[in-house]
């Protein structure tokens, strides 16, 4: 069993950052494809960024691409996300999922553990 615990979630005017943190449980958290995914209120959730378990490939959102990154820290068992430029439309609960191995990041189908998710809220 996995758990996830995401932090860093917050009120920030339209142009502003954030740096979401996902702390995870376990002692393979490097085998571990990454992911962070949002819901809108109202919306469907859906996919933001992933990340394989060794770092050096990631995956975003048309959306964010450009704006948002993914980072992870083996050592640390923690995943990232870096979000600078954010507008009103970037409004959601963020969360944090992980699946051990190599899966598709996109699809939210992939992963087994999910995090209880943090408030992002953009104020225009």
């Known amino acids: 069993q996995v758990q996830l615990v995401e932090s860093g979630g917050g009120l920030v005017q339209a142009g502003g950052s954030l740096r979401l943190s996902c702390a995870t449980s376990g002692r393979t958290f490097s085998l571990y494809t990454m992911g962070w995914f949002r819901q809108g209120s109202g919306k469907e959730r859906e996919f933001v960024a992933g990340?394989?378990?060794?770092?050096?490939?990631?995956y975003y959102a048309d959306s964010v691409k450009g704006r948002f990154t993914i980072s992870r820290d083996n050592a640390k068992n923690t995943v990232y996300l870096q979000m600078h430029g954010l507008k009103p439309e970037d409004t959601a609960v963020y969360y944090c999922a992980a699946r051990r191995g190599t899966v598709a990041p996109i699809s939210q189908l992939s992963y087994d553990y999910w995090g209880q998710g943090t408030q992002v809220t953009v104020s225009s």
């Open positions: 990340i394989r378990s060794s770092g050096i490939s990631t």
